[in-house]
């Protein structure tokens, strides 16, 4: 923590300012220009900043990512190998992007597992901007999923769209999914993190790297004993200006050490963008990719435009 001071504060100021911040943050050493802490907890850090920041003689104060996000940026749950392996190379999920009905969703699984996917997306909820577009199956998805796990023997990838969704996704699913919409979702991402899954956490559009890890916290604080972060872009809806930030990804691999999957899919909205994307975002140092495809892209109900074919998707794996 830094706390920058107003110019000319007196000898008294200062040390009525010592004497506050000791009683605020015991062990806190003024500075010549600031006051400085080595190290500090994120709940006695979050509560003492409003505070610290009314003192008399504060101009402001500045806390580092590690200081805001401990958890996330404690290492500790940089490394695991299941329910998928970070260790081998980078990890594919891949699948329609919402499951439509069963004989197509199982078609398709079969082939992405043939094309190198090493987990698939498992969408039986969606949120949509409309509320008359296509939703998802729901709860009449879960038996297709289950049985697109037990055939090919993949995990399943599925999105969490609601608090009251978790338990029952959990029973079938191994990742859960917070959508860039449910970023900023805190009791979505407490029911998650309660859960016992692996959960993956999308970047919301526009959030900056400090959010992103806020929600990574939440889940951390929650229990989430396996963390995937995910890059999703920012749609920006200009020919040829997809906005994957390769360089917010790395500095959250770099602070973090967390797996980080990057989203081509809805960064491009288109499926030949989505692909030159994806190789970019392997050659920028993403673990893995989170991808649209299937069998059909022509006639899918949602994200038709940008879901990659079967063959397209083999030439990402090298299959």
Same mark, same amino acid.
């Given at each position: 923590?830094?706390?920058?001071?107003?110019?000319?504060?007196?000898?008294?100021?200062?040390?009525?300012?010592?004497?506050?911040?000791?009683?605020?943050?015991?062990?806190?050493?003024?500075?010549?220009?600031?006051?400085?802490?080595?190290?500090?907890?994120?709940?006695?850090?979050?509560?003492?900043?409003?505070?610290?920041?009314?003192?008399?003689?504060?101009?402001?104060?500045?806390?580092?990512?590690?200081?805001?996000?401990?958890?996330?940026?404690?290492?500790?749950?940089?490394?695991?190998?299941?329910?998928?392996?970070?260790?081998?190379?980078?990890?594919?999920?891949?699948?329609?992007?919402?499951?439509?009905?069963?004989?197509?969703?199982?078609?398709?699984?079969?082939?992405?597992?043939?094309?190198?996917?090493?987990?698939?997306?498992?969408?039986?909820?969606?949120?949509?901007?409309?509320?008359?577009?296509?939703? /998802?199956?729901?709860?009449?998805?879960? %038996?297709?999923?289950?049985? @697109? &796990? +037990?055939? !090919?023997? #993949? =995990?399943?990838?599925?999105?969490?769209?609601?608090?009251?969704?978790?338990?029952?996704?959990?029973?079938?699913?191994?990742?859960?999914?917070?959508?860039?919409?449910?970023?900023?979702?805190?009791?979505?991402?407490?029911?998650?993190?309660?859960?016992?899954?692996?959960?993956?956490?999308?970047?919301?559009?526009?959030?900056?790297?400090?959010?992103?890890?806020?929600?990574?916290?939440?889940?951390?604080?929650?229990?989430?004993?396996?963390?995937?972060?995910?890059?999703?872009?920012?749609?920006?809806?200009?020919? /040829?200006?997809?906005?994957?930030?390769? %360089?917010?990804?790395?500095? @959250? &691999? +770099?602070? !973090?050490? #967390? =797996?980080?999957?990057?989203?081509?899919?809805?960064?491009?909205?288109?499926?030949?963008?989505?692909?030159?994307?994806?190789?970019?975002?392997?050659?920028?140092?993403?673990?893995?990719?989170?991808?649209?495809?299937?069998?059909?892209?022509?006639?899918?109900?949602?994200?038709?435009?940008?879901?990659?074919?079967?063959?397209?998707?083999?030439?990402?794996?090298?299959?």
């Amino acid at each position: 923590m830094i706390i920058s001071l107003q110019k000319n504060l007196s000898a008294g100021n200062r040390r009525d300012l010592e004497a506050a911040l000791s009683r605020l943050l015991p062990g806190c050493v003024l500075r010549r220009k600031a006051a400085g802490l080595a190290a500090v907890l994120a709940e006695p850090a979050a509560d003492a900043v409003p505070l610290i920041e009314n003192l008399p003689g504060v101009a402001g104060v500045f806390l580092t990512e590690a200081e805001h996000c401990p958890l996330a940026c404690s290492g500790k749950h940089a490394s695991f190998s299941a329910p998928l392996n970070f260790g081998r190379g980078p990890v594919f999920i891949a699948g329609p992007c919402a499951v439509e009905d069963e004989g197509s969703y199982l078609a398709a699984a079969a082939a992405l597992k043939a094309a190198g996917a090493h987990a698939l997306r498992a969408a039986i909820f969606k949120p949509r901007s409309s509320p008359y577009a296509f939703q /998802g199956i729901g709860w009449a998805g879960l %038996k297709i999923i289950a049985k @697109a &796990k +037990k055939s !090919t023997g #993949l =995990p399943l990838v599925t999105e969490a769209t609601d608090t009251r969704q978790v338990e029952r996704l959990s029973s079938v699913c191994d990742v859960l999914q917070i959508g860039a919409r449910n970023m900023r979702n805190y009791e979505l991402l407490k029911e998650a993190g309660r859960s016992g899954r692996a959960v993956l956490l999308k970047r919301a559009m526009r959030a900056t790297l400090r959010e992103w890890l806020l929600s990574a916290e939440y889940l951390l604080r929650h229990g989430a004993k396996k963390l995937i972060l995910c890059e999703r872009g920012d749609s920006v809806f200009s020919p /040829g200006c997809p906005a994957l930030d390769f %360089k917010l990804m790395r500095e @959250a &691999k +770099k602070l !973090t050490r #967390l =797996p980080v999957l990057a989203d081509p899919s809805h960064a491009s909205r288109d499926r030949e963008v989505a692909k030159a994307l994806a190789l970019r975002a392997l050659r920028s140092g993403a673990d893995g990719l989170l991808v649209e495809a299937s069998l059909s892209p022509e006639t899918a109900l949602v994200d038709g435009r940008q879901t990659m074919t079967v063959d397209s998707f083999r030439a990402l794996t090298g299959k």
